[in-house]
């Protein structure tokens, strides 16, 4: 079965730095989704990578997919203290399987003003 | 509505009782996703509906755990005789699309809690 591997498992840093969290599988990515989870609230959809190679972001955003690697990349620039929280790949697990999701561990981000 | 309803919100529950988690997902998403977060664990898909098709059950734990979707409308999860390792957030999603390329929107979840 596929594993997503996240990293850092935590991550604390001053407002105004930028920062990456890296999210690596075992098996071949088919796509890619990133979200983020505040504490006792659902998740919210960043974005969806699906070609090797796409870059997507969102304000200050940025996600990447290297299929070669298969790993994805979130880089937040300019942190703010409204980006702390659970930040939560997800993939499915084969190109017609895209109802159910596998998801990492999470990392867990701290920002401090 | 405008976003996926879940309740009830918390649920505290004995062991070996039974117990049904509601999700409203939102109007015209024809897929409906069950997942669940235990205290420290990522998510774990469960099952997901498909507009007609027969949903995808392969995440279910147990036989203790079903689900049902009347039409594209509301689903029900029920856990029957509960024990304490169900105990977790049991989140469900909707999108437009199975595979949902704009993302599932998620719920905030219902804490299931065991004693």
């Known amino acids: 079965s596929q594993e997503l591997e996240q990293s850092p498992q935590s991550l604390i840093v001053q407002e105004g730095k930028n920062l990456t969290i890296n999210c690596t599988s075992s098996?071949?990515?088919?796509?890619l989704y990133w979200y983020k989870q505040k504490y006792g609230e659902g998740l919210i959809f960043l974005m969806m990578l699906q070609k090797g190679g796409e870059e997507k972001s969102h304000e200050k955003i940025t996600a990447k997919l290297d299929e070669k690697k298969q790993q994805s990349s979130l880089h937040i620039t300019a942190s703010q203290p409204s980006h702390a929280g659970i930040y939560l790949c997800?993939?499915?697990?084969?190109?017609?399987?895209?109802?159910?999701?596998?998801f990492g561990q999470g990392t867990i981000l701290t920002v401090h003003p | 509505g405008a976003g996926v309803s879940q309740s009830p919100s918390n649920k505290v529950t004995e062991k070996g009782k039974d117990v049904e988690l509601r999700c409203d997902p939102i109007?015209?998403?024809?897929?409906l996703y069950w997942y669940r977060q235990r205290l420290g664990q990522g998510l774990e898909f469960l099952i997901y509906f498909q507009g007609n098709s027969a949903p995808d059950k392969s995440g279910l734990p147990s036989d203790r755990f079903s689900a049902e979707r009347t039409g594209e409308s509301v689903s029900t999860l029920t856990i029957q005789r509960t024990q304490q390792e169900d105990s977790a957030v049991y989140l469900c999603?909707?999108?437009?699309?199975?595979?949902?390329?704009?993302?599932?929107?998620f719920g905030s979840g219902t804490r299931l809690t065991v004693v």
């Open positions: 997800g993939a499915p697990p084969g190109g017609t399987s895209y109802g159910k999701l596998t």
């Open positions: 999603a909707s999108s437009q699309q199975l595979g949902g390329e704009y993302g599932y929107t």
């Open positions: 098996k071949t990515l088919y796509g």
């Open positions: 109007s015209g998403h024809t897929a």
